[in-house]
C-alpha cells in the first residue's frame, strides 16, 4: 500500500513541480502558473469530504486503482493541452483521481496498521515519497523533451493501478473490521482544530511548493538545477519526517510531537524567506522536518477523534485539508506579482504558529482497542506541551 500511495502522490508533486516550466515554455504570470495549483486543490477540495463520507458507508476497494489511473492521466496531458483552460481542466481532473484515493486508502491503510502510528508512517512515507520523487521525474521528463514530454508522466499511474489492484483483496477483508470503528464517540470540536492546524501548515507547504523553486534560483544565482535541488529537500524530508514522526509519537505522545513540530516549523520557514545565501537549503531541510514529522499523526488523531467516520476523517486530515492549501496558492502568486517572491512568503511564517495555537489544549484521543487515557504522568506531559 505504501508504494502505491508514492505512485499517486507523485501527481500532486508533479503539479508543483511543473510551474517552472509553465512559467518558462508558455510565460505564464506568477498569478497563472498558481492557478495550476489551484486548479488541482479546488475541485479535490470539494470533493474529498464525498468520497469520505462514501467509504464510510461502503467497501470501494476497486476505487483505489481507478484513482491512480486518473490522477496520472490529468497530469500527463497537462504539457500538451493547447491552452491554459484546457491545462487547468486536466489538471483538476487529476486532482479528483488523488481525492477519491485517499480516504479508501487511509481506512485500508488503518486496518492493516491496527492502530500503530509507525505502521501508518510508513504507509504515509508512501505518499511522501512520491512527492519527494515528483520533481526529479518531471525534471527528467520535461527538462529533456519539453512539456510535449509529458504523457510520459503516465507510466507511475499504470504501476500505481496494479500495485493498488493487487491489494483489493487486502482492502475488502478490512471492510470487516469496520465494527470496530463505530464504536466511541466523536469529538467534533477537537476535530475541527485540528482541520484547522493542518489546514494552516498546508497552506504553507503548497506555497512553498509552488515557489519555492523559483525563489532559491533567485537567491542563489542558479538555474533549473538549483530550484529543482530546493524542491527536492523540501519533499524528500518528508521521507524520514513522516517514519520518524510515528516512532517519537509512540514515545512522547502524538500531541506532544506534533505541537513541537509546529513551533520548528515557524522557525524554519522565517529562515527560508529571511536568511540569504546558499544557507537556505538547510532552512528548507529543516522546514520540510518541521511539516512532515506530523504527517501521519494528523491521519491517526483525525481518525480518533471520529471513531464513529474514520472515511470522512481520512478524506479531512489526509486530503480536503491538504489541499486547502492550494486553495490560497493565487493570494501568494498575486502578491509576488505585485511586489515581490520574497514578500509574498513572508505570511507564511505566521501560518505555523497560528496553526500551533489551535492545538493549544487539544487531548490525546483514545486509540483503536485502547482505553481513553487516564489522567497521569502522560497527561501531565501533554498539559506541559501544550503551555
Excluded: K
Excluded at 491489494?167 to 467534533?188: H, K, L, N, P, Y
Excluded at 530550484?227 to 524528500?236: D, N
Excluded at 513572508?346 to 505555523?352: A, C, E, K
Amino acid at each position: 500500500m505504501s508504494l502505491g500511495h508514492a505512485c499517486v502522490d507523485v501527481y500532486q508533486g508533479a503539479v508543483a513541480a511543473l510551474v517552472p516550466y509553465f512559467v518558462a515554455e508558455r510565460a505564464y504570470s506568477y498569478a497563472a502558473a498558481s492557478g495550476v495549483v489551484l486548479a488541482a486543490s479546488l475541485l479535490s477540495s470539494v470533493v474529498q469530504p464525498l468520497f469520505g463520507a462514501l467509504t464510510d458507508r461502503w467497501a470501494m476497494p476497486w476505487l483505489l486503482p481507478l484513482s491512480a489511473l486518473t490522477g496520472g492521466a490529468g497530469v500527463a496531458l497537462s504539457g500538451v493541452t493547447g491552452s491554459y483552460a484546457l491545462t487547468l481542466a486536466v489538471v483538476a481532473v487529476s486532482g479528483i483521481g488523488v481525492a477519491a484515493y485517499h480516504p479508501e486508502a487511509a481506512r485500508a491503510a488503518r486496518a492493516a496498521s491496527r492502530g500503530s502510528h509507525t505502521a501508518m508512517g510508513w504507509f504515509s512515507l508512501g505518499g511522501n515519497v512520491g512527492f519527494a520523487l515528483a520533481p526529479l521525474l518531471v525534471a527528467a521528463v520535461v527538462a529533456t523533451g519539453g512539456l510535449g514530454a509529458s504523457p510520459l508522466l503516465f507510466v507511475p499511474a499504470v504501476v500505481g493501478a496494479a500495485l493498488c489492484a493487487a491489494v483489493r483483496s487486502a482492502a475488502g477483508r478490512g471492510a470487516a473490521e469496520r465494527e470496530g470503528e463505530g464504536v466511541g464517540t466523536d469529538d467534533w470540536p477537537s476535530f475541527l482544530r485540528l482541520s484547522g492546524a493542518i489546514m494552516c501548515r498546508s497552506v504553507v507547504f503548497v506555497g512553498l511548493s509552488a515557489f519555492v523553486s523559483l525563489y532559491v534560483r533567485q537567491r542563489t544565482g542558479g538555474g533549473e538545477a538549483a530550484g529543482t535541488a530546493a524542491l527536492c529537500v523540501l519533499y524528500a524530508g518528508g521521507a524520514v519526517g513522516t517514519v520518524t514522526g510515528g516512532r517519537l509519537a509512540e514515545r512522547y505522545g502524538r500531541l506532544a510531537v506534533v505541537r513541537r513540530a509546529y513551533t520548528l516549523s515557524v522557525l524554519a520557514v522565517a529562515g527560508v524567506v529571511l536568511v540569504p545565501g546558499p544557507s537556505v537549503y538547510l532552512f528548507v531541510a529543516l522546514t520540510s522536518a518541521g511539516l512532515y514529522v506530523p504527517f501521519s499523526l494528523h491521519v491517526t488523531l483525525g481518525q480518533d477523534y471520529l471513531p464513529r467516520r474514520v472515511g470522512t476523517a481520512s478524506g479531512v486530515t489526509l486530503g480536503l485539508a491538504v489541499s486547502v492549501g492550494g486553495l490560497a496558492a493565487p493570494a501568494v502568486g498575486a502578491l509576488a506579482d505585485a511586489t515581490s517572491l520574497r514578500t509574498a512568503l513572508v505570511p507564511l511564517i505566521v501560518l505555523p504558529a497560528l496553526g500551533r495555537l489551535l492545538l493549544c489544549g487539544l487531548r490525546e484521543p483514545a486509540s483503536p482497542g485502547r482505553a481513553a487515557p487516564a489522567p497521569g504522568p502522560s497527561d501531565q506531559r501533554s498539559r506541559t506541551a501544550s503551555a
